[in-house]
């Protein structure tokens, strides 16, 4: 079922995540499937749904910054750092997760991808469900991600209890992903966001 994103709709959407379901909304980039984090069989679900990228991590989209301690046992200064200057925005950081994050989102890695999305109404939806909520893209593995909720009705059909149309994606590229669990940030994918910006702005602060 395809619903649209009003404020009227968000305590159905915010009951669906409750209860354990699965939804599909729009990102700050691609639509994504949204599900309780810390709700394993929801999880699961979205595992299930993406299909062979099932073994790989979720990332977990936030309403408010406040929410990282849920996520991140001890952000590392350069965690803090990125966030501080590019968050709200389409960056992804990854850090050691909080013990009690669960095994279906780390996939065993023992860390967990956070973004803080740049899109005001992403946030207020993201807070509605709970604060936090799974936004790994909704597609398949092996098709490219959705940028309409048609196209997530098309891949998915009725296997997802709600299909919320915020419109159209807003870019044609994913959020980019750096792992800053360590002292020096990694590129993990280069997305909206150019890795020689975030390396740029890196050296400014050092440099200060």
């Not at 890695?109 to 973004?115: A, F, M, Q, S």
């Not at 959705?146 to 915020?166: C, H, M, P, R």
Request: aromatic share 6%; hydrophobic share 40%.
């Amino acid at each position: 079922m395809i619903i649209p994103q009003t404020v009227e709709s968000h305590s159905q959407i915010a009951s669906v995540i409750a209860n354990g379901g699965v939804v599909a909304f729009r990102t700050d980039t691609f639509y994504g499937l949204g599900a309780d984090p810390f709700n394993c069989h929801a999880v699961q679900r979205v595992k299930q749904l993406k299909g062979g990228e099932g073994a790989k991590p979720i990332l977990v989209v936030i309403s408010d910054r406040e929410q990282v301690g849920r996520f991140i046992a001890e952000p590392s200064p350069v965690f803090d750092l990125l966030a501080r200057t590019f968050w709200p925005g389409p960056l992804t950081l990854i850090g050691k997760a909080a013990p009690e994050i669960p095994q279906e989102i780390t996939a065993g890695t023992e860390t967990i991808g956070l973004r803080l999305p740049g899109d005001d109404t992403v946030r207020m939806f993201v807070q509605t469900c709970g604060g936090a909520l799974t936004a790994t893209s909704a597609n398949p593995s092996d098709q490219e991600p959705a940028k309409t909720a048609q196209e997530v009705s098309s891949y998915f059909s009725d296997a997802i209890d709600l299909i919320v149309d915020g419109g159209a994606a807003i870019t044609d590229q994913p959020s980019t992903v750096v792992d800053v669990c360590g002292v020096e940030p990694r590129l993990i994918r280069e997305g909206v966001i150019g890795w020689l910006q975030i390396q740029t702005a890196i050296d400014q602060i050092k440099t200060r």
